[in-house]
């Protein structure tokens, strides 16, 4: 979930998902934060455990991220179009009875889809004044915390992922390169990423509570949303060179990497293989 978290393309939510375990981990979010005594006690054990391994490999990934995202952006890149692409008929095999008996619901798939275009539209970062998260500003605090309240938000959604939500709002290499500093104790940019975190836990207070309803009440709705920000997505990642300190033009069929594509369709077949033999044991 974290190598998901910390990459453009599928989310965190998307790896639960076609792991088996992503409606448990909504209602355990939602009980920690909102349940009883004792939903809380039920939820903790579990989310400790992934909140562990979520963050060791966050961090690990920035490090190499940071150091990397500039030089083989393009190879990058080409692996998160192979995790997107080869999610996208997973989402539907794994949820194709509730999607079939509610076709008109498609049209949030459309939704979902013209959202990231939109988004890199109206972004509110442009090229020319680019983020130091180095200088303390009430503005830049602001639109930290609600680019963090955004990102989390499509982060626990199977769809797109946080990391393609800060891609589009000119965040991503800023924060990567941020929280690398952080990493090896440059610490400067500690109250900006505050700041963030702040944001990040306001918005899963709020999104862990709708998604559990919308997945309750609304779910091919909810699912249909999904699939759209995932397609969609793919417009944010051959984008992705763009919005580097050093623009690069977008991805072309020149500069896309079959290699690393079918790594990222790999990866998705290897989680899938684990997940039938978890299946299987627990059978």
């Known amino acids: 979930m974290a190598v998901a978290d910390s990459v453009p393309g599928v989310s965190g939510g998307t790896i639960a998902f076609l792991l088996g375990f992503y409606d448990k981990f909504i209602s355990s979010v ?153 990493v090896h104790l440059q610490f400067q940019y500690v109250p900006m990423l505050i700041v963030f975190g702040l944001g990040m836990i306001t918005g899963l207070v709020f999104i862990a509570k709708l998604l559990r309803h919308c997945l309750e009440k609304y779910r091919s709705q909810t699912i249909y949303l999904s699939i759209g920000l995932l397609i969609g997505s793919l417009y944010a990642i051959v984008l992705g060179a763009t919005t580097l300190d050093v623009p690069r033009p977008a991805m072309s069929f020149e500069t896309f990497s079959i290699l690393f594509f079918l790594l990222g369709a790999a990866i998705l077949a290897g989680l899938q293989f684990m997940k039938k033999r978890a299946e299987k044991k627990s059978a």
Request: proline fraction near 5%; charged fraction near 10%.
């Open 30 to 182: 939602d009980d920690l934060l909102t349940g009883t005594m004792a939903e809380k006690k039920a939820a903790l054990p579990f989310l400790l455990k992934l909140a562990v391994g979520w963050a060791a490999a966050f961090l690990i990934c920035a490090v190499i991220l940071a150091n990397l995202f500039d030089t083989y952006v393009y190879e990058i890149s080409s692996l998160f179009i192979g995790l997107t692409v080869c999610a996208v008929p997973i989402v539907v095999m794994e949820e194709k009875e509730v999607l079939k008996k509610h076709y008109l619901h498609s049209i949030f798939a459309v939704i979902g889809v013209a959202a990231v275009p939109l988004l890199m539209y109206f972004n509110p970062v442009t090229r020319e004044s680019s983020v130091d998260l180095t200088q303390i500003s009430p503005q830049l605090g602001l639109f930290l915390f609600i680019a963090a309240v955004l990102s989390i938000s499509v982060m626990v959604l199977p769809g797109i992922s946080g990391s393609t939500m800060l891609l589009i709002m000119g965040l991503y290499v800023p924060l990567i390169s941020a929280v690398s500093a952080v």
